[in-house]
T-cell receptor
Framework: GQNIDQPTEMTATEGAIVQINCTYQ??????LFWYQQHAGEAPTFLSY????GLEEKGRFSSFLSRSKGYSYLLLKELQMKDSASYLC???????????????FGTGTRLTVIP | DAMVIQNPRYQVTQFGKPVTLSCSQT?????MYWYQQKSSQAPKLLFH???????NEADTPDNFQSRRPNTSFCFLDIRSPGLGDAAMYLC????????????FGPGTRLTVT
């Protein structure tokens, strides 16, 4: 089976840096995604990691350690608009060939305060 | 712009009255997914189509059905909605060319009265 753990809620100050952690236990692994979801809206893609290490994309960075089953999303220079839920999702190679279903964590609700 | 479109954005139906949610895409992706997401919960995969092949998740109730008449369109049919089926329903697409990154539509929020 699959299990993905994230903190439920986090609060950070505008302009600061915040790290959102994700740990996973899966029978197989073929990549980890981070999505941002504002309240009442669809998830939007932020990052994809399949190899160990850090992927940087502007103010957002994502790190993966496959041996530890661990990832984090790092948000720098926080803005008020970054208040949202951040979903960690693991791609499951156990699905039908080529389909690569995603299993989502419950998400971390980030609140950015002035 | 290429995108995933869901209609309607908000749907109200009565307990037990069949309802259909629709999804269309201009991305020409071969995989389409339907997720159910309840408040403060993770999106839960209901089923997906890989081309024309339908794949149902083991714990998806029989009350939920899907149709994909062509590459662009996919429908979610709820035959007899219960109060517990009130949720956001998300459609997503992916393809091998995008590392199977999933592109989500804006969702349809279903209310059951």
């Amino acid at each position: 089976g699959q299990n993905i753990d994230q903190p439920t809620e986090m609060t950070a100050t505008e302009g600061a840096i915040v790290q959102i952690n994700c740990t996973y236990q899966t029978s197989g692994f073929n990549g980890l995604f981070w999505y941002q979801q504002h309240a009442g809206e669809a998830p939007t893609f932020l990052s994809y990691n399949v190899l160990d290490g850090l992927e940087e994309k502007g103010r957002f960075s994502s790190f993966l350690s496959r041996s530890k089953g661990y990832s984090y999303l790092l948000l720098k220079e926080l803005q008020m608009k970054d208040s949202a839920s951040y979903l960690c999702a693991v791609r499951d190679p156990e699905g039908p060939a080529g389909a690569n279903n995603l299993f989502f964590g419950t998400g971390t609700r980030l609140t950015v305060i002035p | 712009d290429a995108m995933v479109i869901q209609n309607p954005r908000y749907q109200v139906t009565q307990f037990g009255k069949p309802v259909t949610l629709s999804c269309s895409q201009t991305l020409n992706h071969n995989v389409m997914y339907w997720y159910q997401q309840k408040s403060s919960q993770a999106p839960k995969l209901l089923f997906h189509y890989y081309d024309k092949d339908f794949n149902n998740e083991a714990d998806t109730p029989d009350n939920f059905q899907s149709r994909r008449p062509n590459t662009s369109f996919c429908f979610l049919d709820i035959r007899s909605p219960g109060l517990g089926d009130a949720a956001m329903y998300l459609c997503a697409t992916s393809s091998e060319g995008t590392n199977y990154e999933q592109y989500f539509g804006p969702g349809t929020r279903l209310t059951v009265t």
